[in-house]
């Protein structure tokens, strides 16, 4: 139940393109999710997060769109960039609890 | 600001040998994260301070891993002895405040394990 799964695996975008990556998760007492961002061989960083009190979350290119029905969010990278080539990973934690993170998609964006 | 520093940033070593990862959070940060990272997976929690005590724990191999942050700032993790599987990441990630506070973990750029 503390699973966080997250699809695809990698995904390939042209420049310019929207890039979507999706998580889902079965544990309703959730109520943290951030995105992280990580380059090869650095650790990763915060993107963006979102309670679950709120659908949808902004901060210039990148979205995240949240389904609390549905117990799924995602992220959306608008007008992808060569620049934002790297590995992304959802996460979900409850109160007090550890960051429980998804596999990782790894976002390829050609020029 | 600086960041998390780690080292050493990679180490091979032989099955059974031991080896040992050291931590610098950020100045400041009274909470320390230590994680291993699999390849083609997700971080996963090994153990988390606050200050020089454990929080959770509940996800290191204790009967070969153990950490220790004596003086409520630099961290240090070992394994003895290594196996294959614990070939992977390992990152350390600080952070102002402990949860429920949703606040940021920084992560160093982690120290890259071999064991052959």
């Known amino acids: 139940q503390q699973q966080v799964k997250q699809s695809p695996q990698s995904l390939i975008v042209q420049k310019g393109g929207i890039s979507i990556i999706n998580c889902a998760y079965e544990?309703?007492?959730?109520?943290?999710f951030p995105w992280y961002q990580q380059f090869p061989g650095k650790g990763p960083a915060l993107l963006i997060a979102?309670?679950?009190?709120?659908s949808e979350k902004k901060e210039g290119r990148f979205t995240i769109s949240f389904n609390k029905s549905a117990k799924q969010f995602s992220l959306h990278i608008m007008d992808s960039q060569p620049g934002d080539s790297a590995t992304y990973f959802c996460?979900?934690?409850?109160?007090?609890?550890?960051?429980?993170f998804g596999e990782g998609t790894q976002l390829t964006v050609n020029p | 600001e600086a960041g998390v520093a780690q080292s050493p940033r990679y180490k091979i070593i032989e099955k059974r040998q031991s080896v040992a990862f050291w931590c610098n959070p950020i100045s400041g940060h009274a909470t320390l994260y230590w994680y291993q990272q699999i390849l083609g997976q997700g971080p996963k929690l090994l153990i988390q301070f606050q200050n020089n005590g454990v929080v959770d724990d509940s996800q290191l191999p204790k009967d070969r891993f153990s950490a220790e942050r004596l003086k409520g700032v630099d961290s240090t993790l070992k394994i003895q002895p290594a196996k294959l599987e614990d070939s992977a990441v390992y990152l350390c990630?600080?952070?102002?405040?402990?949860?429920?506070?949703?606040?940021?973990?920084?992560f160093g750029p982690g120290t890259r394990l071999t064991v052959l």
């Open positions: 544990n309703t007492a959730f109520d943290y």
């Open positions: 990630a600080s952070s102002l405040v402990r949860p429920p506070a949703t606040d940021t973990q920084y």
């Open positions: 996460a979900a934690r409850t109160s007090g609890s550890r960051l429980t």
């Open positions: 979102i309670r679950p009190d709120v």
